[in-house]
C-alpha cells in the first residue's frame, strides 16, 4: 500500500521559512516523479512544485518561483519542499503527490497546513 505523510507544517511569520517533508512508502520512490499542490478553503487545489523522479528537471508554478525549492533524496524515499520569503497568500493546506509524470499523479498524501501571519 502506497503511503504518502507530509509533515513540517506550521505557523510562521512573514518573510519566514519553512521545509516541509514527504515520506514515501509502498512502492519504489526513484521510479516516480513527486509534486507539491496547495488548498485553501473555497477554492481547488492548486499546483506548487513538482520534480522528476531522477531529480533533475523542477517545475514551479510563478506565484512561488524564486521562493521554494522542491527536491528529493530517493535513498531516503523522502520528498522536500523549502519555503522561503514566506507571505501570506501561501497559507494553505500543503499536499504532497506520487505519479509517472509530473503532470500525472496517482496517490496523495494527507495534507499539512502552513499558515503564514502578518
Known amino acids: 500500500q502506497v503511503q504518502l505523510v507530509e509533515s513540517g507544517g506550521g505557523l510562521v511569520q512573514v518573510g519566514g521559512s519553512l521545509r516541509l517533508s514527504c515520506a514515501a512508502s509502498?512502492?519504489?520512490?526513484?521510479?516516480?516523479?513527486m509534486g507539491w499542490f496547495r488548498q485553501v478553503p473555497g477554492k481547488e487545489r492548486e499546483f506548487v512544485a513538482a520534480?522528476?523522479?531522477?531529480?533533475?528537471?523542477?517545475y514551479y508554478a510563478v506565484s512561488v518561483k524564486g521562493r521554494f525549492t522542491i527536491s528529493r533524496d530517493n535513498a531516503k524515499n523522502t520528498g522536500y519542499l523549502q519555503m522561503n520569503n514566506l507571505k501570506p497568500e501561501d497559507t494553505a493546506v500543503y499536499y504532497c503527490?506520487?505519479?509517472?509524470?509530473?503532470?500525472?499523479?496517482?496517490?496523495w498524501g494527507q495534507g499539512t497546513q502552513v499558515t503564514v501571519s502578518s
Open positions: 503527490a506520487s505519479g509517472v509524470r509530473t503532470d500525472e499523479y496517482d496517490y
Open positions: 509502498g512502492r519504489t520512490f526513484s521510479d516516480y516523479a
Open positions: 520534480i522528476t523522479w531522477s531529480g533533475v528537471h523542477t
